[in-house]
């Protein structure tokens, strides 16, 4: 179902535009508008879940979809040899910012230490 004052199924629905890398009938991955690696690709499933906990306890095979999704653009982006990362920001504490469950790809670089402190 999709939400319409949400970012993420603005997106999906065409009604905002976005650099698509890769689509499949449940999933959409895109870049993130402000990069914070040389790569860094959102992957979301289309169908609105808040976050990844909802999404998995909902539908565990959308959750997989995404999974599958993304380890195919780190294939794709070229990751895999040199690895890469994959996060899921949740809540206040994971400092998510869109309420839209949502993968981050990032790599291309040596990405540092896992936290910022
Ligand atoms: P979060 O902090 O919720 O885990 O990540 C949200 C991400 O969405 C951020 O990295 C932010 O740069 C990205 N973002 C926010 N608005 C847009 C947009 O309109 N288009 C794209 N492609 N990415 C966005
Ligand atoms: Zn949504």
Same mark, same amino acid.
């Given at each position: 179902?999709?939400?319409?004052?949400?970012?993420?199924?603005?997106? =999906?629905? &065409?009604?905002?535009?976005?650099?698509?890398?890769? %689509?499949?009938?449940?999933?959409?991955? @895109? !870049?993130? #508008?402000?990069?914070?690696?040389?790569?860094?690709?959102?992957?979301?499933?289309?169908?609105?879940?808040?976050?990844?906990?909802?999404?998995?306890?909902?539908?565990?095979?959308?959750?997989?979809? =995404?999974? &599958?999704?993304?380890?195919?653009?780190?294939?794709? %982006?070229?990751?895999?040899?040199?690895? @890469? !990362?994959? #996060?899921?920001?949740?809540?206040?504490?994971?400092?998510?910012?869109?309420?839209?469950?949502?993968?981050?790809?990032?790599?291309?670089?040596?990405?540092?230490?896992?936290?910022?402190?």
């Amino acid at each position: 179902m999709m939400e319409t004052d949400c970012l993420f199924c603005r997106i =999906v629905a &065409g009604e905002i535009p976005a650099t698509v890398v890769r %689509e499949t009938d449940t999933t959409l991955a @895109f !870049r993130d #508008i402000a990069p914070k690696a040389p790569v860094h690709v959102l992957v979301i499933p289309k169908e609105h879940y808040a976050d990844v906990v909802t999404l998995t306890e909902a539908d565990p095979g959308l959750a997989g979809d =995404v999974l &599958g999704t993304a380890a195919v653009v780190a294939e794709t %982006e070229g990751l895999v040899a040199d690895g @890469f !990362r994959l #996060i899921f920001n949740t809540g206040p504490y994971g400092g998510q910012e869109v309420f839209h469950a949502h993968a981050h790809v990032l790599g291309g670089e040596p990405l540092g230490p896992m936290l910022a402190r």
